[in-house]
């Protein structure tokens, strides 16, 4: 059963309308070049088999449910660590997918992201606080 | 919200203008001050950060809102492009 690709933003067409031209003028840098071979690998196996052994395809139930409809998130390589993805949703129609977005370098491996936490709906500091009077101690 | 008392007390400010919360469940709180001078504190946790980088969230958002208008590209001939970067 093979599915045909669409791109779900405007911006990601012309990125990958813009890697292909380059690529038939020979123009494509070596990270582009990389870049575009591991995407359009990634979207062979995904309108093969969106179930690919090397995607390594798994919903994201946060965004499912934020967004109302499954989302998926594959990824560009296999078995390494910080490797690109491609979050996409079935149809528009049936045997389609949509690819929603596309990040080439996830953040998480560098910074830790995964290990971060952060206030919920909680406001920054008040300037306040950085008062140095505020620290001083009553004797 | 729906909730019922489980405590109350009465407490007064110090010089600083700071009172302690009794057996305060948790470290955090969103503070609102009302303008009768009502002042309603909400816990806050803390949760894990984002896997998913803003701009990425962004664009996985616009991408929604596009395909649930039905607006999508046209169908991307990925066998060309396997073929393109092959030769």
């Known amino acids: 059963m093979t599915f045909q690709i669409f791109m779900g933003h405007p911006e990601m067409e012309a990125l990958w309308k813009e890697l292909l031209d380059k690529s038939r003028r020979n123009k494509l840098s070596s990270d582009e070049r990389e870049f575009l071979d591991k995407w359009s690998k990634a979207l062979g196996y995904l309108s093969q088999n969106p179930k690919h052994p090397g995607l390594q395809t798994h919903e994201i139930d946060d965004l499912s449910r934020k967004f109302g409809m499954k989302v998926w998130q594959s990824y560009l390589e296999n078995n390494t660590p910080g490797a690109g993805r491609i979050f996409w949703a ?50 | 919200m729906v909730t019922t008392i489980e405590k109350e007390y009465t407490v007064h400010l110090d010089t600083k203008n700071r009172f302690t919360l009794r057996g305060a469940k948790t470290r955090f709180y969103r503070v609102k001050v ?34 649930k208008r039905g607006r999508v590209s046209g169908p991307i001939d990925v066998a060309a492009a396997r073929e393109l970067l092959r030769g």
């Open chain 2, 34 to 67: 009302l303008k009768g001078g009502h002042v309603v504190l909400s816990p806050q946790k803390l949760v894990p950060g984002s896997k998913i980088s803003k701009d990425t969230l962004c664009q996985i958002a616009e991408s929604i809102r596009n395909f």
């Open chain 1, 90 to 139: 079935y149809g528009p129609d049936r045997r389609q997918i949509t690819i929603l977005a596309v990040e080439r370098h996830p953040e998480s491996g560098k910074r830790k992201a995964y290990e971060r936490v952060h206030l919920s709906r909680f406001p920054k500091p008040a300037a306040s606080s950085e008062n140095p009077r505020d620290k001083r101690r009553l004797p």
